[in-house]
């Protein structure tokens, strides 16, 4: 891999993984009885940067590198939250059952103890249905204070599943930097 491919693969992993490992972190909260809390976002990110920090350090280059992919995945996690406090969700299972489920995750519910009493017909949704978006989202949620920054989680993905794809695309050397661009958007924004 050339330099500018590791800078690439690595932002779109430490995107990818920041959000694979606010999922674990909180999952294990969960289990010893422990809400979603605003430092479990930073943590992650925290840690995941530790785990890429050893993985990447007995390269001669790695400083540089390392540097360069913090500094972007910092860029990308603002913007996506600066972008995402923009919009307004107003999509019928955004308004229903993913936002309700976000706000009762935010405000302590552990769904791993107990099920939310019936408010409406769709309750049953936020009790069964995969919490692997609404958990990572609650605990940006409950960093920045605005439901709407949870959503900022889906562009921190979509923009790190690009970096990873890019990154694979050109380092096949086998393509143009336009197609290897055009191919990457559209895997990710299918």
Known sequence: MTKQTR???????????????????????FFVNI???SWQF?????????LYYYTEKDRSDWKPIFVKAL??????????????LQFYD??????????EG????REGWNPFYELLPKMNDLTIYINHYSKGAEVPQSALYSLIGRIEAGKATNIMMLTGTFCILLAYLLDLKKLS???CLLISLAAVLN
């Open 90 to 99: 107003i999509s019928y299972d955004g308004q229903t059952y993913h936002m």
């Open 177 to 179: 930097l336009i197609k």
């Open 71 to 84: 500094l972007y995945c910092l860029a990308i996690i603002v913007l996506s939250i600066v972008i995402a």
């Open 35 to 37: 809400p979603t809390a």
């Open 102 to 105: 976000i706000y009762q995750l």
């Open 42 to 50: 930073p943590a992650s990110f925290i840690l995941t940067g530790a």
């Open 7 to 29: 800078i690439l693969y690595l932002t779109g992993s430490w995107l990818v993984s920041t959000i694979a490992v606010v999922l674990v972190i909180t999952s294990l909260c």
